[in-house]
């Protein structure tokens, strides 16, 4: 078996709550609790969990945007959570990072295609000529053709994202984590906007998808991992999986009713009567 590209081992985070006033007492919430797992060359998997459920905080961690309280991050067998910021820069470009505002992460004053130039110039290192022309052919890839010089307000959301991914891809970057990339977007924009993520990805890429679409996550994840009050509490198979947790069952069912209230008390009691859960999959993308 190759190296996975992302090992997750013991993950924990807290954050603290100082209250809404001075004198409130400051308390320990613990959003990510114990969550390990692997993603392997050409695999996309999923996390996926209502609001609050902490996989956006898990995806954050695996990059480096937030510090685990405990636990452990591996980018392709080297350790990467306990670096410094500057020993992570030489190696940030293959490790790349969809985030969920795609308008606040563009430039108003920039083109699309001269948002794509600056990535292959700045990070890519290609000279005007290369980057111009990897720029343009990604671009055409993507389907913004027509949209080379058109700026960010001038944009659809679904053409915004398409940018966002451009910038990414434009670095062949061994892992992708894309966070809630089609939010807000109708049926047919998130279906043109996973497809362009996901069918461009460089050979032997991992990507992480953050989403609270279930079939989203069943269409294009190898593995979905659930989460709920910071644990993941299930791992379901993308294409065939059958949900077991009840939680589960609810999230991937949209006629069964409201969600249950899983109280943090009865989730851990789920887990620790079914054993620790640790996930290693070896699943490539169809």
Known sequence: M??????????????????????????????????????????????????????????RIVLGLE???????WLEG???????EAERRPMRAGYQYVPQDAMAALDPQQTALEHVIETNRVLGGYDRHQA??????LLVTLGLGARLEALPREMSGGEQRRVTLARVLALSPKLVVADEPTSGLDPERREEVLQALVGNLPEDAACIIVTHDMAEAKTWCDRILVMLHG???????????????PYSKVLFDPWAGPIPDFTRAATQQIISGSGSICHDGEGSKQ
């Open 132 to 137: 111009r022309e990897r720029a343009e052919s």
């Open 67 to 73: 510090a685990a309280s405990r636990g452990s991050v």
């Open 2 to 59: 190759s190296e996975a590209i992302v090992e997750v081992r013991g993950l924990y985070k807290d954050f603290i709550d100082s209250g809404p006033w001075p004198w409130s007492p400051s308390r320990s919430f613990a959003a990510v609790r114990n969550v390990s797992f692997k993603v392997q060359p050409g695999e996309v998997i999923g996390l996926v969990g209502q609001s609050g459920s902490g996989k956006t905080t898990v995806a």
């Open 231 to 245: 644990e993941v509490v299930e791992e379901i198979s993308g294409a065939d999986g059958v949900p077991q947790h």
């Open 78 to 84: 080297r350790r990467w959570d306990n670096l410094s």
